[in-house]
């Protein structure tokens, strides 16, 4: 079972290692940590996913709003939220490949090549973790040189009832 927890906090030193320090010290496993400032820069909000039974989960929700540095703690499901990853990789390309990375890059739609040197390429993609590790698999085929990728983003979805 996986929960998104967004946490807004307030933007210092340490505050982030105290929250992550929360998750090993109670051995909950952190699957995507990603912070960034608000429109506030006094406040920054740290997406955190994480998975675990339903015990686990309710536990996470309440040692985080025990925290002083956690202004509010929301948490949603994957299905009741918007969630993007940007992912970046470099892949060594020759004659005989070229033509099927690009197509690749075409089938998925939200992938773009950034980048072209003589023998490299630098494709960028955001999307859903599940899309971006698709890229990932299919690019198995060619030589991947280096990967770099963010943390999930979420919002939870919108709806008309929001105050």
Do not use: H, W
């Given at each position: 079972?996986?929960?998104?927890?967004?946490?807004?906090?307030?933007?210092?030193?340490?505050?982030?290692?105290?929250v992550?320090?929360?998750?090993?010290?109670?051995?909950?496993?952190?699957?995507?940590?990603?912070?960034?400032?608000?429109?506030?820069?006094?406040?920054?909000?740290?997406t955190?996913?994480?998975?675990?039974?339903?015990?686990t989960?309710?536990?996470?929700?309440?040692?985080?709003?025990?925290?002083?540095?956690?202004?509010?703690?929301?948490?949603?499901?994957?299905?009741?939220?918007?969630?993007?990853?940007?992912?970046?990789?470099?892949?060594?390309?020759?004659?005989?490949?070229?033509?099927?990375?690009?197509?690749?890059?075409?089938?998925l739609k939200t992938?773009?090549?950034?980048?072209?040197?003589?023998?490299?390429?630098?494709?960028?993609?955001?999307?859903?973790?599940?899309?971006?590790?698709?890229?990932?698999?299919?690019?198995?085929?060619?030589?991947?040189?280096?990967?770099?990728?963010?943390?999930?983003l979420?919002?939870?979805?919108?709806?008309?009832?929001?105050?």
């Open positions: 079972m996986k929960r998104i927890y967004s946490v807004l906090v307030e933007n210092r030193s340490g505050v982030l290692c105290k992550s320090g929360l998750f090993s010290r109670r051995c909950f496993n952190i699957d995507s940590l990603a912070v960034g400032e608000t429109d506030d820069p006094a406040v920054s909000v740290i955190i996913v994480s998975s675990g039974d339903k015990r989960i309710e536990q996470i929700e309440k040692q985080l709003n025990k925290k002083i540095d956690i202004i509010k703690v929301k948490t949603f499901d994957e299905s009741a939220s918007f969630s993007r990853e940007l992912l970046m990789v470099k892949v060594k390309y020759n004659k005989s490949n070229r033509k099927d990375i690009m197509e690749i890059c075409d089938v992938a773009s090549i950034e980048e072209v040197s003589k023998n490299y390429m630098l494709i960028q993609m955001c999307d859903t973790p599940e899309r971006t590790a698709l890229l990932i698999q299919l690019l198995k085929s060619v030589s991947i040189v280096e990967i770099a990728r963010t943390g999930t979420a919002l939870p979805k919108c709806s008309e009832t929001e105050a």
